[in-house]
């Protein structure tokens, strides 16, 4: 089981004034770096990633993914009789152990786990919004397995309610109608916050969570992300108020709170410094948290007066740098105890490099991303998403050194988690796992067998200080 040792610091759970705090990652009992994978399309399913599986279980393709069944929300409300049972077929076997003993063989040491709000099921509105039933008793069960593995695990708001995106099925509705960045569904995404710290905290298996990421991947253009600085200040804020309400206030956690977990929270709400929006939210998550423990069948924690030793949650954003326009959320602004910057870098999707493999090669060993983050006091930064494809065809010598520099490059803060752990291996799914799947760029030589290890560690030499990058 993966051990978390004290904290650096003592936090002030409750602070006016917001402060950010630096950290080794021995801290969570993982050396110095996070070597890390996603699990993607397991508990969000992206059915690019897994075609042939997706059109057996009913879904379709089509090139404008919000015209058919190309998302979570289309099938659900397509086949709402059978897509709970469709997708636990799916959750059992798209994650299994035999992929967590794959990841103990590869050193990986943390995954980062893409979640929809759907999880936590009453908040989902079901006369309008449809998603399958079950999640997390699945999340559970992963969470148990890779607990007994040694891996941390990362929880993702990966899937925000009202859809934080157009048009991508990772948010689990494919549409052009972006609704979060309203009062509402920041206020159910805050919900989901709540329970997922509280789960975090009072349910055994969940132990080995380390952090939860605010929101994946908001819009890049600020100007279209009303509220989105106030939503990572209250997110912060919620955090920290379940922590104090379960009496997690240093890094030395407790072994024994002989307290019920309803009242605490309920008194938490009144606590200084606790703002209106928090108060109602911790009020509106009481009944989702006993519904998820009743749901999982730990309805115990909730009365028993005894908690795991635990540590403080590492709060989770997008880095500043994610989003441009006048008036980026800088989420350094509401930390307060530790906190960790995620920054997503996909050149295949154009904008970084130019598409051959010198320019390519020239910016990602002249990467300056890490020190940008810095200025803004967003640190550590992870690369939370990353992999091998390109803008080209590339060749197998080339997708080496191109694994080798990005995991030299990525590694200069505090790690990195590849997307994806697997991707289906079919006919249908044609080339892809060469580029993005962990397992298979292992199998194939790109990616080393120990991940803090590289093929060729002077990669970049040859191309140091050739470029300016992004």
């Known amino acids: 089981m993966l051990q978390f040792g004290s904290l650096s610091v003592v936090l002030s759970l409750l602070a006016s004034t917001a402060f950010s705090v630096t950290y080794q990652y021995s801290d969570l009992g993982f050396g110095t770096k996070i070597y890390g994978v996603n699990l993607g399309s397991w508990l969000v399913l992206e059915p690019w990633m897994v075609p042939n599986e997706w059109l057996s279980m009913g879904g379709q393709s089509c090139s404008d993914c919000s015209t058919c069944i190309a998302s979570e929300f289309a099938f659900a409300k397509a086949y709402p009789n059978t897509a709970d049972s469709k997708f636990n077929q799916h959750w059992s076997s798209w994650f299994a152990q035999s992929d967590v003993d794959q990841l103990v063989g590869l050193g990986i040491n943390a995954v980062r786990i893409p979640l929809g709000y759907w999880l936590v099921e009453p908040l989902v509105n079901r006369a309008s919004e449809f998603y399958p039933r079950g999640g997390m008793k699945q999340l559970k069960r992963g969470l148990r397995q890779l607990n007994a593995a040694g891996i941390g695990a990362i929880l993702d708001h990966h899937a925000l309610p009202g859809v934080q995106d157009p048009g991508q099925s990772f948010t689990g509705r494919c549409t052009q109608d972006v609704e979060f960045y309203t009062d509402y569904n920041y206020h159910r995404a ?47 804020q919620v955090v920290r108020t379940v922590e104090a309400a379960l009496g997690i206030t240093n890094g030395n956690g407790l072994s024994a709170y002989n307290a019920n977990v309803t009242a605490a929270l309920t008194s938490a709400m009144t606590m200084s410094g606790v703002n209106a929006e928090v108060a109602s939210v911790i009020k509106d998550a009481i009944p989702m948290l006993q519904f998820a423990v009743t749901q999982t069948g730990v309805q115990s924690v909730l009365t028993s007066g005894t908690r795991p030793n635990r540590s403080p949650l590492t709060t989770m954003f997008m880095d500043r740098n994610w989003q441009y326009g006048n008036s980026p959320a800088n989420p350094a602004d509401s930390a307060n105890g530790k906190a960790l910057y995620d920054n997503h870098l996909y050149y295949s999707f154009g904008g970084v490099a130019a598409a051959n493999p010198q320019a390519y090669m020239q910016s990602i060993c002249n990467l300056n991303r890490v020190q940008s983050d810095a200025a803004y ?18 060749t197998d010598s080339f997708l080496s050194m191109w694994a080798d520099a990005q995991k030299l490059a990525y590694s200069q803060s505090g790690g990195w988690l590849f997307w994806n752990f697997k991707f289906e291996m079919s006919a249908a799914a044609g080339s892809y796992p060469r580029q993005w799947s962990y397992f298979e760029g292992v199998n ?16 970049c030499a040859p191309y140091i200080a050739n470029s300016t990058s992004k």
């Open 377 to 394: 006091n967003n640190s550590p930064l992870i690369f939370g998403e990353w992999g091998l494809p390109t803008q080209f065809s590339a």
């Open 444 to 459: 194939r030589g790109y990616l080393t067998k120990d991940p803090s290890v590289l093929n060729n560690p002077d990669v």
């Open 190 to 236: 805050l919900i989901w916050s709540a329970v997922m710290t509280a789960l975090s905290h009072l349910d055994p298996d969940f132990s080995n969570v380390f952090a939860i990421e605010a929101v994946n991947e908001p819009i890049m253009n600020s100007a279209q992300t009303p509220g989105l600085s106030t939503f990572y200040s209250n997110f912060v």
